[in-house]
């Protein structure tokens, strides 16, 4: 029992550092004795550390049908100068356990969140797996009294394009549990990378119908900070994005006053002295469900106004143009009646 253990430990590369490319990376910290006591309180998180990054990759490698990868900060290079792409590629360390393995602890992972102590990392139209933690700071360490709460999420279960962890030190003892503390931050977090990345919901049209339902009449903010601006904004139920600090006086505002938007809508504040329009390029909508063309105008920053039902037919603009942060696309949506697929 032993020494398989320390084998998957190995396997998951939690004795050494990932390499990744930066400098200070450190190992965890474990007994060079393991007898039965601390293999028993080991099974249970307890008598040895992981670094966050060493955590992250081999959960991320449990995502990855049951392969380790190295981990890299940058992804490629962009010089605008030659208009050349390098791309830094990916490295395959090894496999760590098995396709069908994997496949049943993202299952375990997702029945966290749905059904065990992770409930507050659920992420309405996303299905995430994810595990809790609470433990202890090492012994010896600088205020190595109180807790430390965590929670590490993958998304979606399927097809896993992110993976977040999030460990907060020393939380008031009161409420110090991961799943209770740290889960909500990391669900509040994916709610907005997902549709960034323009990963589509599975909200069902009818789920997306009715959180889009409320109408809104968009108010005056000009002439307020953006301070101000920013909680009227959001006691509405919209979305603030907004240029300059927050004592600056909002100049303009997109959409205009008296716009008629949906709950979480994006309105985009410009104040004095930082009146440069942000610009953005129309995504093309057709053949998207509602809650796809949704999303895929909010990774945008581009808000929606729906008819009918179904797919997308038509929309205005038209694919391809620029413009303005805030701007609301108009699309028309309809049933495929002849059940054909095109």
């Known amino acids: 029992m032993q020494v398989a253990y320390i084998n998957t430990w190995t396997h998951f590369g939690l004795f050494n550092k990932t390499n990744i490319e930066t400098s200070g990376e450190v190992t965890g910290i474990y007994f060079s004795n393991v007898g039965p006591v601390e293999l028993a309180t080991a099974s249970f998180g307890q008598r040895f550390t992981v670094t966050p990054i060493q955590m992250i990759t081999a959960i991320s490698a449990v995502a990855n049908d049951g392969v380790l990868m190295k981990p890299r900060i940058v992804k490629q290079i962009e010089n605008p100068d030659t208009n050349t792409i390098t791309t830094i590629d990916s490295i395959s360390v090894r496999q760590v356990i098995s396709k069908e393995t994997a496949k049943k602890m993202t299952n375990i992972m997702e029945s966290v969140v749905t059904d065990g102590g992770g409930k507050f990392g659920q ?118 994005n907004f240029s300059g600090n927050s004592d600056s006086l909002v100049s303009d505002q997109i959409p205009k006053p008296g716009t008629s938007l949906k709950s979480g809508s994006i309105v985009k504040l410009y104040s004095k002295g930082n009146e440069a329009r942000v610009s953005s390029t129309v995504p093309d909508l057709k053949g998207m469900s509602l809650s796809q063309a949704t999303n895929a105008l909010k990774s945008k920053n581009l808000n929606i106004k729906s008819t009918g039902t179904g797919k997308v037919i038509s929309q205005d603009p038209i694919a391809g143009k620029s413009v303005e942060e805030g701007t609301v696309i108009n699309v028309t949506l309809q049933e495929d009646i002849s059940g054909s697929a095109h």
């Open 123 to 240: 992420v309405k139209g996303y299905s995430i797996g994810g595990k809790t933690g609470t433990s202890e700071p090492s012994p010896g360490k600088e205020n190595e009294d109180g807790y430390v709460a965590s929670f590490v999420a993958i998304a979606p279960v399927e097809n896993t394009k992110v993976v977040a962890l999030l460990t907060l030190y020393k939380p008031k003892e009161s409420n110090h549990y991961g799943g209770k503390i740290a889960a909500p931050v990391v669900a509040q977090i994916l709610s907005e990378v997902l549709p960034y990345l323009g990963i589509p919901s599975n909200a069902t049209e009818n789920e997306q119908n009715d959180s889009n339902n409320s109408n809104i009449t968009l108010p005056d903010v000009r002439n307020k900070t953006i301070s101000e601006a920013k909680k009227m904004l959001e006691n509405a139920g919209l979305t603030c």
